[in-house]
């Protein structure tokens, strides 16, 4: 199964601060990455697909790049409704894996 | 509105069994594959497995650890999609999700874009 690792596991920030999560394969798996955001109690909610593609309804200020093992998601302001837990998928083989997450709080 | 709503989750004891639905409107089921994830208190999220739609099949895929315990299928008349989960043990306590999955046709795969609020499935004695 391939492995995914992503950091940090929790980061705190601001209201308007840059966010970056990363996210790394143990294999090389293309573009073939997904990127969710949960909530407390709720469901994930996919936000980008194929590494980079905005899942629609997202806010642009999410963006994802990288391929290969590397990868990012970005947050360019950080809103309030963005405090939440990130998870990053990937699609290339069966089964499907997740990173451990990244939990974002208010610094 | 696409929806997917779990049931049947709730306290079982180890090696008991438990059938979990997932029940779907606002779209076409029989057009999608149907995964079912867990996420233990506190964790992360693991892929329990799937079952095509009937035009790739049918056929069902599931994660190591619980090959040979669990099973999907799928009722497209009732638009449901079952989780049978046999010997359970303690470390099957987890939030059930279900997801649904346009497969091959969307041009990606294992594309998760429609989960379910999850039913809590805890196994003690």
């Known amino acids: 199964d391939i492995q995914m690792t992503q950091s940090p596991s929790s980061l705190s920030a601001s209201v308007g601060d840059r966010v970056t999560i990363t996210c790394r394969a143990s294999?090389?798996?293309?573009?073939?990455l997904n990127w969710y955001q949960q909530k407390p109690g709720k469901a994930p909610s996919l936000l980008i697909y194929?590494?980079?593609i905005l899942q629609g309804g997202v806010p642009s200020r999410f963006s994802g790049s990288g391929s290969g093992t590397d990868f990012t998601l970005t947050i360019s302001s950080l809103q309030p409704e963005d405090y939440a837990t990130y998870f990053c998928?990937?699609?290339?083989?069966?089964?499907?894996?997740f990173g451990g997450g990244t939990k974002v709080g208010i610094k | 509105e696409v929806q997917l709503v779990e049931s049947g989750g709730g306290l079982v004891q180890p090696g008991r069994s438990l059938r979990l639905s997932c029940t779907a409107s606002?779209?076409?089921?029989?057009?999608?594959?149907v995964s079912w994830f867990r996420q233990a208190p506190g964790k992360g999220l693991e892929w329990v497995g799937f079952?095509?739609?009937?035009?790739?099949?049918?056929?069902?895929e599931y994660v190591a650890s619980v090959k040979g315990r669990f099973s999907i299928s799928r009722d497209d008349s009732k638009s449901i999609a079952y989780l049978q989960m046999s010997n359970l043990k303690s470390e099957d306590t987890a939030v059930y999700y279900c997801?649904?999955?346009?497969?091959?046709?969307?041009?990606?795969?294992?594309?998760?874009?429609?989960w379910g609020q999850g039913t809590l499935v805890t196994v003690s004695s």
């Open positions: 997801s649904r999955d346009p497969g091959p046709s969307s041009g990606y795969q294992f594309y998760f874009d429609y």
């Open positions: 294999q090389s798996i293309s573009s073939s």
């Open positions: 998928q990937q699609t290339y083989s069966a089964p499907p894996t």
């Open positions: 606002g779209f076409t089921f029989s057009d999608y594959f």
């Open positions: 079952i095509r739609n009937k035009r790739s099949g049918g056929t069902t």
């Open positions: 194929a590494a980079s």
